[in-house]
């Protein structure tokens, strides 16, 4: 039974309306705490910025200016990325924050609106990772006793509790068109390939238009036209690559063929016995409106083309060379390949990962 796909905190920031920079202040009191300094960080234009502050009897002071709520946190080492670390929102004012020992969890940190908010998030996911563990180990107890029927029943509860999650991330934002939270819970936990885009774009129409106007609400709109661009009904995400000579192709300069944008690597063993039948497709319908566009995981540049010459692969191929590191990879989401995208003539998507017969069958339907 597979474990409800419920987002944790990350490390990214959001904005709760356009307004001049602010100051604030940070009163801290931290116990058992063995180092000299405690580190603040946070983020600006995909910039991370770092500052250290000094430790004296416990307490600590800090004051900041910024130009937007924004995400912040602690850390007790000098790397950004250090974990543990402790996570609030700035406003305008005075935040305190009292955190507890060497591994600063269980501290608590109070401030303004976004901060509270926040805080109403955090206990919001709290209650449903509690359903969800209390709902796993009723269905490992009963997997142990060989209780089909319990564990027929638990699975179906997960089903119901999936929904609620998603309703109560929608109801959140509805509650909270103006929050920072709100643009994060649209940024992260409402992309998530087990949620159909459609609720997000739900999601995004309860958001205040002054939040949309700022540049977290630019970023949470542009995320959610990312996942329209891998989900069938949406055209898709358009890309630039090189082709084997070095020339860049756009996929939409394709538009007006169907098209199968076809994943794969010289080194993937399933993608290479999945290239005969793709060639076979490509022979079928080429003469009635159907390409193929190559993306190629591959690093090594001979290997991709000796791999295209062995296999008869004769329409374009293209690669940024950059292996998992493939720009396509993020765009579409691709966790494996071989993948593919079926894109009709204005290059929405209407089909994916089709393969052997399936393509073959989808094809007749579209170009009989």
Request: charged letters at 25%.
């Amino acid at each position: 039974m597979k474990n409800i796909a419920l987002s944790f905190l990350v490390l990214c920031s959001f904005t709760i309306n356009a307004q001049k920079p602010f100051s604030f202040t940070i009163n801290g009191e931290v116990t058992k705490y063995t180092k000299p300094y405690i580190y603040l960080h946070h983020k600006w234009d995909n910039v991370d910025f770092t500052d250290s502050i000094k430790v004296k009897g416990g307490k600590f002071s800090f004051i900041g200016k910024s130009e937007e709520s924004n995400m912040y946190w602690f850390t007790t080492e000098n790397n950004i990325q250090h974990q543990p670390n402790m996570i609030f929102f700035v406003d305008e004012g005075k935040i305190s924050a009292k955190l507890k020992g060497d591994s600063i969890f269980a501290s608590k940190i109070v401030g303004g609106q976004t901060q509270k908010d926040q805080l109403d998030y955090q206990a919001l996911m709290a209650s449903f990772i509690k359903k969800q563990m209390d709902l796993q180990a009723e269905f490992n107890k009963a997997q142990a006793e060989g209780r089909t029927d319990i564990t027929t029943a638990v699975s179906e509860k997960y089903q119901k509790l999936n929904q609620e999650y998603i309703t109560a991330l929608k109801d959140f934002v509805k509650a909270h068109p103006k929050s920072a939270i709100s643009g994060w819970i649209i940024y992260r936990d409402l992309n998530n390939p087990n949620i159909p885009v459609e609720h997000s774009v739900e999601a995004a129409s309860y958001l205040d238009k002054s939040f949309m106007a700022t540049k977290f609400g630019k970023l949470a709109t542009e995320r959610i036209e990312l996942l329209k661009g891998s989900t069938i009904g949406y055209v898709a995400t358009d890309f630039t690559q090189n082709d084997m000579n070095d020339k860049p192709v756009k996929l939409s300069s394709l538009r007006g063929q169907y098209v199968l944008v076809d994943f794969w690597a010289s080194w993937c063993r399933p993608c290479r016995a999945e290239n005969p039948n793709v060639v076979a497709s490509y022979n079928k319908f080429k003469s009635k409106g159907f390409t193929v566009l190559g993306v190629s995981y591959d690093q090594d540049k001979a290997r991709w083309m000796d791999a295209v010459t062995q296999d008869g692969l004769t329409w374009t191929q293209v690669s940024d060379l950059k292996g998992w590191g493939n720009e396509t990879a993020r765009l579409f989401g691709i966790t494996g390949i071989p993948s593919n995208l079926l894109l009709d003539k204005e290059g929405k998507i209407v089909g994916k990962n089709l393969r052997g017969q399936a393509l073959d069958e989808k094809l007749e339907e579209l170009l009989k």
